[in-house]
């Protein structure tokens, strides 16, 4: 029996060995045939990748284009915004975002001219609460970049709400779906968000390499993105280099000669999440998160994340023990076959498609021996 815990990092479904090896084996038969059918079929297989991509999140035909990662397509969205919509203007960010952005932003603030302001916690607190994020969201905002969940906490913000004010502030309003998308709803069809940005791994079960750049069609054509090479054109095969024409969809957003295996890699995991249905999963996640709760509350342990489920994403971090080593207690529990994570004193529970029913029970039996009831936890 399945005992994964850690759909947060690498998410898998049954059956997906099979899947992805028959993929990769039946691109490598095109790849390396000795005929001129290789490019053609190569971007109709990127195309059925952006396409699955639309189907998940409901974007709108040319919406959607591939990336390396979210730091790539962030970077490429920046750098195609009109100069005066962050010149002299703040980016606003909190302070649980994914650090690899927060990093990308940080160096490229003089060269774009905005200020990185970083909406910080409250004490004691693990992360930014929405009506503090708002707090700081005043008119100067030029962009604010939101967190759909949360990769140490699995909090999940109120898109909905803080999209409105950003709306009524007049930002560019994006947010980086990596961790929710898949097994909690989402979709950009209610026009809530002008760009997100996300990859193919975690709940999705993709494969490194898969990002995605989604941009709101009217938003889209204001860009131009710095960021560009051959496929960036309407006609990739105008070598005229005097007459350079950026795409009139988000191909414009495209650059070097694309990357296709990571696509082709992740296709068998999208088609599994949208054939079994975002809710049918959360579903399924949501009975094992009451599971994990509960056994947490009965240990006397710190549950480090939202109990709300509206307020949650698809894992539950608790608090290890004081008196534990956090690496040599989930080397314990790998031991037993029983895979999941720790940052620092938190540990990462993430159950997905493959987890079996009794995993949560044999966990806790686990973490009893390992830290038995009555341990004291950090604060």
Not at 127 to 146: C, N, Q, S
Request: charged share 20%; hydrophobic share 45%.
């Amino acid at each position: 029996m399945s005992r994964y815990f850690l759909f947060h990092s690498i998410g898998t479904f049954p059956g997906k060995a099979e899947q992805m090896s028959e993929a990769l084996s039946r691109f490598s038969q095109i790849w390396s045939a000795e005929d001129d059918g290789q490019w053609p079929a190569a971007l109709a297989e990127r195309q059925a990748f952006i396409d699955a991509w639309r189907s998940v999140i409901g974007a709108p035909p040319g919406s959607v284009t591939t990336a390396e990662n979210v730091t790539t397509a962030l970077f490429s969205l920046v750098g195609g915004l009109p100069a005066n919509r962050l010149r002299g203007k703040r980016l606003l960010v909190a302070a649980d975002c994914f650090p690899s952005l927060h990093f990308l932003l940080a160096g490229i603030a003089r060269r774009f001219d905005f200020v990185l302001d970083t909406v910080p916690f409250r004490p004691g607190e693990a992360w930014v609460r929405d009506e503090d994020f708002i707090a700081h969201w005043r008119e100067d905002v030029g962009l604010a970049l939101l967190t759909f969940v949360s990769s140490t906490t699995s909090h999940r913000v109120d898109v909905e709400r803080l999209a409105a004010h950003g709306r009524a502030m007049g930002s560019v309003v994006g947010i980086d779906i990596t961790q929710g998308v898949g097994v909690v709803p989402f979709s950009v069809a209610a026009d809530t968000v002008d760009f997100v940005v996300s990859t193919s791994l975690k709940w999705l079960c993709g494969a490194s390499g898969a990002g995605v750049l989604y941009v709101r069609p009217d938003l889209l054509m204001d860009c131009q993105p710095e960021l560009r090479g051959w496929f960036s054109q309407e006609n990739p095969f105008s070598w005229d280099l005097d007459k350079f024409h950026y795409a009139g969809d988000a191909r414009r957003f495209d650059h070097g000669t694309p990357s296709i295996l990571a696509s082709v890699a992740s296709l068998p995991g999208l088609n599994w999440v949208i054939a079994r249905g975002v809710d049918a999963i959360r579903a399924n996640n949501l009975e094992a998160a009451h599971k994990i709760i509960g056994h947490a509350r009965d240990l006397g342990w710190k549950i480090a994340s939202p109990v709300n489920d509206d307020e949650r994403g698809g894992s539950v971090m608790l608090t290890l023990p004081s008196t534990v080593e956090p690496t040599a207690v989930i080397s314990a529990l790998r031991a037993e076959a029983i895979y999941c994570d720790a940052r620092g004193s938190t540990m990462r529970l993430s159950p997905g498609a493959v987890t079996s029913e009794s995993a949560v029970d044999e966990l806790f039996t686990a973490l009893e021996h390992i830290a038995p009831k009555g341990s004291s936890t950090r604060a």
